[in-house]
């Protein structure tokens, strides 16, 4: 279908995403995918994992093009994606994993706060919750390509930036999730893993 949404860096790293989710996903069974764009890491992920049900959500505007690579692909594990703004209502639905790729750095910072604040409602008591995208350290930009995106990002909207780790894993931690894995990806992003802890 040429109408459909397409999005080159999904196509480049969804292999490398996919090889490290295969481990850390590999006992999860109910995955929500939080920002899920044009909808082609989803069929990629869940046609590779079929134990796992792909659960695709993102605001309105998205849906659409995320129905036509889903229709396509016709895979029994992926439910039809729902609409999702973490300022608003959320699932009620329970799951054991989250994903979510290349979102922390557009969504405003008290939203990263609201997503992981919201966390604990909707996920099980040993919950994993995978970010992909790229990640400041100490303050700092781990490459010029990195300064350059987050300049581009700011001149989008003044709300956006890269997110430092140490303020992400504070946020999560505050929510109940300890940083369990931390992955090198390519194109200077990383994969991060934070495990709910167990009450």
Partial sequence: ???????????????????????????????????????????????????????????????????????????????????????????AHRYDAIFSANTLHIMAWP???????G??????????????GPFNVDGHFTSESNAAFDRDLKMRGAHMGIRDVAAVDAVAAAAGFNL?????MPANNRLRLWRRRRA
């Fill in 111 to 117: 939203e990263v706060e609201r997503l992981f604040a």
């Fill in 1 to 91: 279908m040429s109408d459909k949404p397409y999005s080159a860096a999904s196509e480049r790293n969804r292999e490398p995403i996919l090889a490290v989710l295969r481990e850390w996903f590999a006992d999860r069974r109910q995955v929500l995918e939080i920002g899920s764009g044009t909808g082609q890491h989803a069929v990629h992920f869940a046609a590779a994992m079929p134990q796992l049900v792909w659960q695709c959500s993102d605001r309105a505007g998205n849906l659409p093009g995320m129905r036509l690579w889903l229709d396509e692909a016709a895979l029994p594990n992926t439910p039809l994606p729902f609409e999702f703004d973490v300022t608003g209502a959320w699932p």
């Fill in 180 to 184: 369990s894995e931390d992955v090198a």
């Fill in 119 to 132: 966390l604990p409602a909707i996920t099980s008591a040993d919950a994993a919750v995978a970010v992909y």
